[in-house]
């Protein structure tokens, strides 16, 4: 088996999904685009291949850098293999190997900014309209590129039902749903009663992440806010935030384990395509305040494991954090409903999947 990823240049949800397929196939190389053999080493490889060299400049500006990628995958064949299974949310599901072996994607998302978030990144873009206009163009020749890619792929699996319709809609392919992994032993909850702040993880990214919204919404509120990531927004966020905020960085997982189990509810204001967050936060028997859309549709209960908000604005947020109530909710409920998205399942499925694969090539 050969297990290969977009870019290893930071730890979070993907790359965690990523090492369970490695444990899964038990092997310890992992090929990437790019990345940094610290984070690959986090994953649980043990070696570590990648197409351009794992230098500082380049993963400091791997995004400038993405015009190239799908020749680049094309070009570099990975070595023969019985099974070529991607983890993949921009270019992985482009990997080939030498003897064309079948290839088994799970799909975290489309390329999101070919695809579903064109608009969003180009008003984030410096240099104003021509930088906008740029940057459709690029999206237009990458959706190309990337249809073409995908119709390579033997069999795609999506993390979602969110993600599943946009494979169908950009793609045209229809992929079963299995929903990520996530480690209910390590994620559970503690012996101590929440202590009254709410808590957002994630990388500090935008227009995806959507922390600004988060530390604009608590500018006015009297609770306490703990950030734990990290990202290029970082510095902005500190301009902007109140002295109720406080900024962590990004954690180990022991750290965030803690601050789950200890918070009054995690905050997931972004639309994300699953979201592993939300439900570790509820695996350590925390409710979750999530935006209503994409994968915390799947995950995020009303009433059960959290509660929802309906528009993506600071104000809104706000209002849902002012209308929450952490006494509402049985932890050991919320604890019941996050074990059904646990490590296990998520292992038979892929398993069940790939030896259909497999026997299929056989034949």
């Known amino acids: 088996m050969l297990v290969a990823h977009d ?57 400038a850098l993405t015009p190239i990628y799908p020749a680049l995958v094309r070009a570099r064949d990975l070595p023969d293999a019985d099974l070529l299974v991607t983890s993949s949310y921009a270019f992985a599901n482009g990997f080939r190997t030498r003897n064309r072996a079948p290839h088994l994607c799970y799909c975290h998302s489309p390329l999101r900014f070919a695809w579903s978030m064109t608009e969003g990144y180009g008003a984030n873009l410096r240099g104003g309209a021509p930088a906008r206009v740029a940057l459709r163009a690029l999206a237009a ?10 119709q390579r792929v033997t069999r795609f699996v999506a993390n979602s039902r969110y993600v599943a319709e946009q494979l ?27 202590e009254g702040f709410f808590l957002y993880c994630g990388r500090l990214i935008e227009p995806y992440k959507k922390p600004t919204l988060v530390v604009e919404a608590f500018r006015d509120l009297p609770h306490r806010l703990l950030v734990a990531g990290d990202g290029p927004e970082l510095e902005k ?32 204001p972004s639309r994300d395509d699953f979201g592993m967050v939300p439900v570790e936060a509820m695996a350590c028997g925390r409710p979750v305040l999530a935006y209503a859309g994409g994968g915390a549709l799947e995950t995020v209960v009303p009433g059960l494991s959290g509660d ?38 998520f292992r038979s499925e892929i398993a069940s999947i790939a030896a259909e694969i497999m026997d299929a090539a056989a034949t």
Request: aromatic share 10%; charged share 25%.
């Open 7 to 63: 870019f290893a240049e930071a730890f979070g949800g993907a790359e965690r999904v990523c090492g369970e397929l490695g444990d899964l196939f038990a092997t310890s190389t992992l090929w990437t685009i790019a990345g940094r053999d610290s984070v690959v080493e986090r994953m649980g490889f043990t070696e570590h291949r990648s197409l351009l060299p794992s230098r500082g400049w380049i993963l400091r500006h791997y995004r």
């Open 168 to 194: 169908l809609r950009f793609y045209g392919v229809t992929a079963e749903v299995v929903h990520p992994p996530v480690d209910c032993s390590t994620f559970r909850p503690g012996a101590v009663e929440h």
């Open 237 to 268: 966020l500190k301009r902007i935030a109140t002295p109720n905020v406080d900024f962590l960085g990004s954690l180990p997982t022991d750290e965030l384990v803690s601050l789950m189990q200890r918070c009054a509810a995690a905050i997931l």
């Open 308 to 345: 929802l908000f309906g528009e993506q604005s600071a104000e809104a947020l706000r209002s849902a954090v002012e209308g929450f109530d952490p006494g509402a909710y049985d932890p050991r409920a919320i604890r019941a409903h996050a074990e059904r998205f646990g490590v296990e399942r």
């Open 141 to 150: 020749s990458m959706r190309t590129l990337d249809r073409r890619a995908a």
